[in-house]
């Protein structure tokens, strides 16, 4: 199952910008590991804003924890297949 959802990560969605920045400086100061990412196209039109952050799923138990103690804001946790390229606007 693990082969499975290998390339499975946690996007979290947000009304706004601000509410997705609060949560990355929260979830950074908890010394949980986040990145700040484009939201993605398959949310189903979950994202009211463009930004979302992008959780591993071996973090995302810590990271609902963490949410939930802190009562911090989001929309949705959507699980999706890793949208992110490596190579995708890279010109050098």
């Given at each position: 199952?693990?082969?499975?959802?290998?390339?499975?990560?946690?996007?979290i969605?947000?009304?706004?910008?601000?509410?997705?920045?609060?949560?990355?400086?929260?979830l950074?100061?908890?010394?949980?590991?986040?990145?700040?990412?484009?939201?993605?196209?398959?949310?189903?039109?979950?994202?009211?804003c463009?930004?979302?952050?992008?959780?591993?799923?071996?973090?995302?138990?810590?990271?609902?924890?963490?949410?939930?103690?802190?009562?911090?804001?989001?929309?949705?946790?959507?699980?999706?297949?890793?949208?992110?390229q490596?190579?995708?606007?890279?010109?050098?």
């Amino acid at each position: 199952m693990e082969e499975k959802n290998k390339h499975i990560r946690y996007y979290i969605l947000f009304d706004n910008h601000t509410q997705g920045m609060m949560l990355h400086e929260l979830l950074d100061k908890q010394g949980l590991p986040n990145r700040i990412a484009p939201a993605p196209r398959d949310t189903d039109g979950k994202a009211a804003c463009g930004m979302a952050l992008l959780i591993h799923p071996d973090d995302i138990d810590a990271v609902r924890t963490c949410i939930e103690e802190n009562h911090a804001e989001y929309v949705n946790i959507v699980p999706l297949e890793n949208q992110l390229q490596k190579k995708r606007d890279r010109y050098c």
